[in-house]
């Protein structure tokens, strides 16, 4: 009985912290967001597209979009799997729409400016990780029309997309995390600035990794 109680109370904690974070990471990923078109002021330049459009689609959509499936994070959570499910793709299209204008703004800039393109870890890390947003959205096509998935698990094929999806959600934190030491950025805000716009995708992309991992292992222990 004792530990019942103490197996209750324990499940009852887990939850509210898991709640807190993702409610955390729902307030960090607007007011970055924000706080990037605050500085970048999208439409005085080509170039003030770039930043807040990569922004909007990875530390904004993209973030919503996992969260969606959060048992202690999603703002539908009591949708039907399947609204959830298009939700998910609209937030997903979303972002894929906004990385790519994205770059297109700073590709476009640079040969305004007759720059070099993609000469940086940050431009190069970028592209990777447009591509890789688009080629994971038209891979798990499948899982919206079950019919094209021919002899294939969706089983598997939704596990292989939760891991693809999170290496991407990595991809682009990381590229964020690059555009904040870009000469503009640093340039605009001071010291304590910095390191508070540094965390804010760092402490996203941590704890997107581990409700992903966690709901991975979950569901590998109900099926054993």
């Known amino acids: 009985m004792v530990l019942n109680k103490e197996t209750e109370s324990e499940s009852r904690f887990y939850g509210f912290t898991r709640t807190v974070s993702a409610g955390l990471i729902h307030l960090v990923s607007f007011f970055f967001t924000v706080f990037i078109a605050f500085l970048s002021r999208p439409g005085t330049s080509w170039f ?29 959570k009591r949708f039907p799997h399947k609204t959830k499910g298009r939700v998910h793709w609209a937030l997903q299209s979303l972002c894929c729409v906004c990385a790519a204008l994205g770059l297109a703004a ?9 720059k070099a393109h993609f000469t940086s870890w940050h431009g190069l890390l970028g592209l990777l ?21 021919k002899g294939w698990s969706l089983a598997k094929l ?21 555009g904040l030491c870009s000469a503009w950025f640093t340039a605009s805000v001071g010291e304590y600035a910095w390191y508070l716009s540094a965390l804010c995708p760092a402490l996203s992309a941590v704890i997107i990794m581990n409700k992903v991992s966690s709901a991975y292992t979950a569901k590998k222990r109900l099926q054993s």
């Open 106 to 114: 700073i590709f476009y800039n640079k040969r305004l400016n007759g």
């Open 48 to 76: 003030s597209w770039h930043p807040f459009l990569m922004t909007l689609a990875f530390g904004f959509f993209m973030t919503e979009a996992i969260l969606l499936f959060s048992p202690h994070g999603s703002l539908i």
């Open 158 to 178: 939704k596990r292989y997309h939760a891991a693809s999806g999170l290496v991407t959600y990595l991809l682009g934190s990381a590229s964020l995390l690059l």
């Open 129 to 149: 990780t447009v591509c890789a947003v688009g080629g994971q959205s038209l891979a798990a096509a499948p899982l919206a029309y079950p019919s094209l998935a």
